[in-house]
């Protein structure tokens, strides 16, 4: 079974910038990938995902600010966060799209102070 592994979290002031890496086991290639997140208290919620031929889709409240990208070759998919807000802080996680039981990992971490 394929592992998904986030990195790249951390803590950043309102207004900067964070990229997250999302690293597969395995082959990625052909498969919609998505970036999700859960804050405190909250359900864990679609941020954006990119299709297998690289279109990409975003949450309402990040479009413009958050921007998809992937390299099958790296078994990598990527998020660039901009423009970075407090209520952006959640754990970040990635997973096939739709999201598929089983394969959640362990997420990254994303504090924003203000």
């Known amino acids: 079974q394929v592992q998904l592994v986030e990195s790249g979290g951390g803590l950043v002031q309102a207004g900067g910038s964070l990229r997250l890496s999302c690293v597969a086991s395995?082959?990625?290639?052909?498969?919609?990938m998505g970036w999700y997140r859960q804050a405190p208290g909250e359900q864990r919620e679609l941020v954006g995902f990119i299709t297998s031929g690289g279109r990409t889709n975003y949450a309402d409240s990040v479009k413009g600010r958050f921007t998809i990208s992937r390299d099958n070759t790296k078994r990598t998919v990527w998020l660039h966060m901009n423009s970075l807000k407090p209520e952006d802080a959640a754990v970040y996680y990635c997973?096939?799209?739709?999201?598929?039981?089983?394969?959640w990992g362990q997420g990254t971490q994303v504090t924003v102070s203000s």
């Open positions: 395995g082959n990625i290639n052909g498969y919609n």
């Open positions: 997973n096939y799209y739709p999201s598929q039981p089983g394969y």
